[in-house]
């Protein structure tokens, strides 16, 4: 099973952008379909973006879309998130999470990075 480790959550002002990085061990990235998930407080988790195993077909919530981009480097063995122009309501546990199918659960969960976006 990959082991995924998040990285680059902080505090952010609003408007401002932050990168998340999403290392995988274990397994070479490129057997996995990769997704972006997160949970505030109080609140259940939820989507935020997918990539498919190539990087050609990306995925997000209506509320992330036009903001945040998801990319992908199989050499790396990394998924990024870059999110721009971000909200007070952005502000979450950031999770990346990885699947062997297109469809069906996420098997691999990351830790979580938080990410705090104050007004």
């Known amino acids: 099973q990959v082991q995924l480790v998040e990285s680059g959550g902080g505090l952010v002002q609003a408007g401002g952008s932050v990168r998340l990085s999403c290392a995988a061990s274990g397994r070479t990235l490129s057997s996995y379909f990769m997704g972006w998930f997160r949970q505030a407080p109080g609140k259940e988790r939820e989507f935020v973006a997918a990539?498919?195993?190539?990087?050609?077909?990306?995925y997000y919530a209506d509320s992330v879309k036009g903001r945040f981009t998801i990319s992908r480097d199989n050499v790396k063995n990394t998924v990024y998130l870059q999110m721009n122009s971000l909200k007070p309501e952005d502000t979450a546990v950031y999770y990346c999470?990885?699947?062997?199918?297109?469809?069906?659960?996420?098997?691999?969960w990351g830790q979580g990075t938080q990410v705090t976006v104050s007004s």
């Open positions: 999470a990885a699947r062997r199918g297109a469809s069906g659960d996420f098997a691999s």
């Open positions: 990539i498919n195993w190539s990087g050609g077909h990306t």
